[in-house]
């Protein structure tokens, strides 16, 4: 069996890079750090040595299936180490894997399998194929992950592009970096190979930077840099990295393709103040990983170069047609990490070096100062009606005008896709670009989505903007959901990259939206309001169904709650039957639905304020317009009604002035939930602690709800600054993600609602029961007829609500159980008459977004 002693002296295959044949020269520093423990470098030796030894010495292609762990990483040094050529292929994409294996038929795969072991499928003993004493790697080029052409990578280039980043780096032995990029991909290569080639530390994870786990680890970790891609910033952004103590922080690396000057600006502004550098770095998969990076000094002042050629290597400019000038070429880059060449088939394999120097692709200028400076891709150039034209420069172009969008070219038109909400004028976009680029407009296909499509890698995935131009053939069943997302959700922009969230959606809709999608898919994922509608997909054709009515369903609780709930508001209030609590269990039902729309870690914080007054308005709009109506005709109600005032002005001594409390309450607490998640600090409070934020606000609110300040002897306190720790309370459940987290919530609820109401134990017991069904039981079993009868309840209580008050005098004297249903019946039909109003004065035809139109 090899050694750490054999790999320190070198086993056939010695041209191996140095990095992975010397780890145990490291002794007992900390090699890896994960969510399991920590590794030495002297045992990280000894692992690698016996996956070697299992390896063995005649040399084989080994596919390895990429992932940031311990397994993956030992495999990728062992067979690097006894001379074995490697594969490696992203752990997110079977569709990749099968391509791959399909396409080099590997010797040896290793991968996890179902049950998340590691394994070495050893296919063969020999290799099948002739390989290249020099080919120590194969990489897909960046966004063709699934392709056959591959980069075909020497140990020279490894071991020389490790030593030059480690050197400009100046990376230390007490370094530790976080692996927040993939292993297959080459940047997150380069970050684990100059790191062990200098002794330092890694943070093995998974976990995205929007995680509040990862900046746990990576603070327990006391990590120092980590690596980021120009879609990394935008997720610092939303998590407050700004705010975040990380006092161990030595700098940041950026690559992966070009980020925007101002956001150079803007971070190496922040890594002043924090003492901490950041590196904007140039590369390719070509070049092993890195070509260029800017000194931090030049961050702030230069923020639109990429710098100078890292050690080792070297840059010339080639004249290009396209861009004349002496100072402006093609970047052509040269050292010792270029790249063999490509491999397009196993017969590659036995190649030497076909590749002398690297044809970027990328137009870049020399300045005054010795800096490069990229302004455009040759390779990107489309040919629109006879027109050459640069996305990157209609990239730039929208970028200016405050627009973020990816642009390709699709068959004789440019495909434009812009981020954005449902304020964003398609139309605007494209007479900028039509005005600057002089293409006619139906040349010019703008799509707008709530996020841009990007690569695993976080690098835009042009692939997917340049099919949006071809549109979603016309049987495919997401074009027929996004139809309906589009009537119930009065949506005018949907495409199959939207979701119920990102499109506004709120808990009046929700109902709606979730019990046709149940009719339509058979079963709903847990997460359908979050996913993608392309990602949404209906159950196999199977034997004829039974009648409609009789099928079996499922119907989530918090709809069954609502539309339970609203029928014994009413029944209790004509009092054919009592049970009473049920407005109170509403209010925990509002607060879970407002974390599970409104508050997704992918939403802005504009995006959460601006959604959450939407909500608000649906709530206070059509109650204004009922108490307007009812006010002339009745003496139950006084102005203060009317403007939602009555819980602060009174009169207190009323018993009808008080029948909206709830509507009341409901818009109180929301407008303060909505005016402290619109502040920075609070945002940033949530994304971090997204479940113990409510419970400190629940904490807060039985201030109020058992008068500890002693407040209600000295004034008047409006119901909701009593009620609303049962909101928080429902908050909370919704962010309960563990077991641990759902037991405390249920835990606090149980303990607090008792004695809510004195002398009403059932009452307590009714809030409480419906309570722990939210918390617990995510769905119920149910029939269509069920559901169909739950969900026109659920979404139309608010309108029961306000209308019961004056529907079911009329009729109680009669019977009371007619009372009942005629209000049912009113509050319905009130319901169906606001959605039409709202949808007239909106003005919107609510129609599925297709390619080209605005």
């Not at 002297?42 to 940031?68: D, S, Y």
């Not at 990749?96 to 290793?110: E, H, K």
């Not at 407002?594 to 709009?621: K, Q």
């Amino acid at each position: 069996m090899l050694t750490a002693s054999d790999l320190l002296q070198g086993v056939p295959g010695a041209t191996s890079p140095l990095f992975a044949r010397r780890l145990a020269t490291h002794g007992d520093r900390i090699a890896l750090l994960t969510g399991d423990g920590e590794l030495s470098y002297r045992e990280l030796a000894e692992k690698v040595a016996q996956t070697a030894a299992r390896l063995g010495v005649r040399r084989r292609l080994v596919l390895l299936v990429g992932a940031n762990t311990a397994d993956a990483l030992v495999t990728y040094l062992a067979a690097l180490a006894a001379g074995h050529p490697v594969l490696l292929v992203p752990g997110d994409n079977d569709e990749a894997v099968r391509s791959l294996t399909a396409a080099y038929d590997p010797d040896v795969v290793a991968r996890p399998d179902r049950s998340g072991r590691w394994q070495l499928d050893e296919r063969r003993t020999v290799s099948a194929h002739q390989l290249h004493p020099d080919l120590a790697l194969l990489l897909s080029t960046s966004g063709s992950t699934g392709s056959p052409k591959l980069v075909r990578l020497s140990y020279e280039n490894l071991q020389a592009n490790a030593e030059s980043i480690a050197t400009y780096l100046g990376i230390r032995k007490d370094d530790r970096a976080a692996t927040t990029l993939p292993l297959h991909y080459c940047y997150g290569l380069s970050v684990i190979n100059s790191h062990l080639l200098r002794g330092a530390g890694l943070l093995l994870t998974g976990l995205s930077v929007a995680d509040d786990g990862f900046w746990n680890l990576f603070r327990a970790a006391r990590a120092t840099t980590f690596a980021a891609v120009p879609y990394t910033f935008d997720l610092l952004d939303r998590t407050g990295f700004a705010e975040l103590r990380l006092p161990h922080l030595r700098y940041i690396t950026q690559a992966g393709g070009r980020l925007a000057p101002d956001r150079v600006a803007h971070y190496a502004e922040l890594g002043r103040r924090g003492g901490w550098d950041l590196y904007v770095m140039y590369g390719q998969t070509e070049a092993t990983a890195r070509m260029a990076y800017l000194p931090p000094r030049l961050a702030a002042s230069h923020p639109e170069a990429i710098g100078v050629p890292i050690p080792g290597g070297s840059f010339r400019l080639e004249a290009h047609p396209d861009r004349p000038g002496q100072d402006t070429g093609e970047l052509v880059y040269s050292g010792p990490n270029v790249m063999l060449g490509y491999a397009e088939r196993a017969s590659d394999l036995a190649l030497g070096r076909t590749t002398h120097e690297l044809h970027t692709g990328d137009i870049a200028r020399r300045t005054s100062d010795g800096l490069y400076e990229i302004v455009g891709r040759s390779s990107r150039f489309v040919k629109i009606l006879g027109l050459r034209i640069d996305p990157e420069r209609v990239e730039a172009l929208l970028h200016r005008h405050g627009l973020t969008a990816f642009c390709a070219g699709a068959d004789d038109e440019l495909v434009v896709a812009v981020a954005g909400g449902n304020d964003t004028d398609a139309g605007r976009v494209r007479r900028l670009v039509t005005g600057e680029f002089g293409l006619p407009p139906r040349a010019v296909a703008v799509h707008v989505l709530p996020e841009l499509p990007r690569l695993a890698t976080g690098k835009p995935d042009y692939e997917t903007v340049r099919k949006l131009g071809r549109g979603p053939a016309p049987d495919e069943q997401p074009s027929d959901l996004c139809t309906l997302y589009a009537e119930i959700l009065d949506r005018a922009d949907v495409t199959e990259d939207s979701s119920f969230v990102s499109l506004g959606g709120d808990s009046l809709s929700y109902v709606e939206m979730s019990l046709n999608l149940e009719r339509v898919l058979g079963q709903l994922p847990p997460d359908w309001h979050t996913t993608p509608i392309r990602d949404l997909r209906g159950p196999a054709p199977a034997q004829p169904a039974p009648p409609r009515g009789s099928r079996r369903r499922t119907l989530e609780t918090g709809i069954a709650l609502r539309a339970a709930t609203i029928v014994l508001i009413v029944g209790s209030h004509i009092h054919v039957f009592y049970v009473k609590g049920g407005a109170h269990l509403l209010l925990a039902v509002a607060g879970f639905n407002l974390a599970r729309f409104h508050l997704t870690p992918s939403a802005e914080r504009r995006e959460r304020v601006r959604h959450g007054l939407r909500s608000i308005s649906r709530i206070v709009l059509p109650s204004l317009a009922w108490i307007a109506l009812v006010l002339p005709l009745t003496d139950d109600y006084g102005l203060t009604n009317l403007v939602l005032l009555h819980s602060v002005l009174g009169p207190h001594d009323s018993d009808t002035a008080m029948h909206f409390w709830f509507i009341e309450a409901l818009t109180y607490i929301l407008v303060a939930a909505v005016a402290l998640l619109g502040l920075r600090i609070v945002d940033r409070a949530e994304r971090r602690f997204p479940f113990a934020l409510p419970m400190t606000i629940a904490a807060l609110g039985l201030l109020t709800r058992y008068d500890l300040l002693g407040l209600r002897d000295r004034i008047h306190l409006p119901s909701a600054a009593v009620v609303f720790w049962l909101f928080a309370l429902g908050w909370a459940a919704a962010k309960a993600d563990t077991t641990r987290q759902r037991a405390l919530v249920t835990v606090a609820a149980v303990a607090t609602i008792p004695g809510f109401f004195p002398g009403e134990p059932f009452r307590d017991a009714v809030i409480a029961a419906g309570f722990v069904l939210l918390v617990w039981v995510r769905s119920l079993p149910s029939l269509d007829r069920v559901n169909t009868v739950a969900g026109v309840l659920a979404s139309s209580s608010l309108y029961i609500y306000l209308t019961h008050w004056q529907i079911y005098p009329l009729i109680e004297d009669f019977s009371g159980w007619l009372a009942l249903l005629a209000s049912l019946l009113f509050g319905i039909g009130y319901a169906a008459v606001a959605s039409w109003v709202t949808r007239r004065v909106s003005g919107l035809r609510p129609t599925m977004r297709r390619p080209g139109q605005e």
